[in-house]
């Protein structure tokens, strides 16, 4: 059976919010037991006491690693953030017609300068983010595939990373974890060797834009 303070400390790091506050001394230790009294002990299985669990949050706090003082800037220097809108997403059914629909779709969107796409293959799936310009060309390209979902009145946040953040743990934690602070909600994300750009609805981009910009400029 666990104890308290395995328990606890798998509590605390499955989350980012609690990892980070605990680490940065910004929560109360005695309201955040109270809190997770209940489900210790339904977990646990047993009657669990405030003191005992403070004591745990207490211990795992003086063990969380500290944040670097030198930090590896995310972005590069003087680099640029690129916005796009208007933006839809599909995903598709893998099949074994799709690869032509992507061939066909690249051709036909190749005369049309500054319309933006690009596709993602998983194991199952397909997806194709598009600009508005492109829409009618996927939906003819893409008619007879499955189409499993379709968002709309999107954009796209790119940054420009520093190459070297490539070799730095957590990188991408680090700029997701801003976001999130700021209740920043992602609908995808695709990253290249030095760009990282996220997708989000449209109502976000001002906020994920600031946030961002000040990742920059930091």
């Known amino acids: 059976?666990?104890?308290?303070?395995?328990?606890?400390?798998?509590?605390?790091?499955?989350?980012?919010?609690?990892?980070?506050?605990?680490?940065?001394?910004?929560?109360?230790?005695?309201?955040?037991?109270?809190?997770?009294?209940p489900q210790l002990e339904s977990d646990l299985w047993k009657p669990v006491?405030?003191?005992?669990?403070?004591?745990?949050?207490?211990?795992?706090?003086?063990?969380l690693p500290q944040e670097p003082q030198h930090r590896t800037r995310p972005l590069r220097q003087g680099g640029e953030l690129t916005t796009r809108t208007e933006l839809t997403e599909y995903t598709y059914?893998?099949?074994?017609?799709?690869?032509?629909?992507?061939?066909?779709?690249?051709?036909?969107?190749?005369?049309?300068?500054?319309?933006?796409?690009?596709?993602?293959?998983?194991v199952n799936e397909v997806m194709v983010i598009c600009s508005g310009a492109l829409t009618s060309v996927v939906e003819s390209v893409f008619a007879r595939?499955?189409?499993?979902?379709r968002q709309n009145n999107l954009s796209a946040v790119t940054l420009h990373l520093n190459p070297d953040t490539?070799?730095?743990?957590?990188?991408?934690?680090?700029i997701l974890k801003q976001l999130a602070?700021?209740?920043?909600?992602?609908?995808?994300?695709?990253?290249?060797?030095?760009?990282?750009t996220i997708l989000l609805e449209q109502?976000?981009?001002?906020?994920?834009?600031?946030?961002l910009s000040r990742l920059a400029l930091h």
């Open 166 to 174: 490539r070799r730095t743990p957590g990188i991408y934690h680090a």
């Open 145 to 149: 595939e499955r189409l499993l979902a």
């Open 93 to 122: 059914r893998y099949s074994d017609s799709i690869q032509e629909c992507h061939r066909q779709l690249l051709v036909e969107a190749e005369p049309m300068r500054g319309a933006f796409v690009t596709v993602t293959r998983g």
């Open 181 to 196: 602070w700021d209740k920043v909600s992602l609908i995808n994300m695709i990253c290249t060797y030095t760009e990282l």
């Open 49 to 63: 006491g405030q003191a005992a669990v403070v004591m745990a949050l207490r211990r795992v706090a003086e063990r």
């Open 1 to 37: 059976m666990l104890s308290i303070s395995t328990k606890v400390e798998r509590i605390v790091l499955e989350s980012a919010f609690l990892t980070e506050g605990l680490r940065r001394g910004l929560i109360n230790l005695s309201e955040l037991a109270r809190q997770l009294q």
């Open 203 to 211: 109502s976000q981009t001002g906020a994920a834009f600031s946030v």
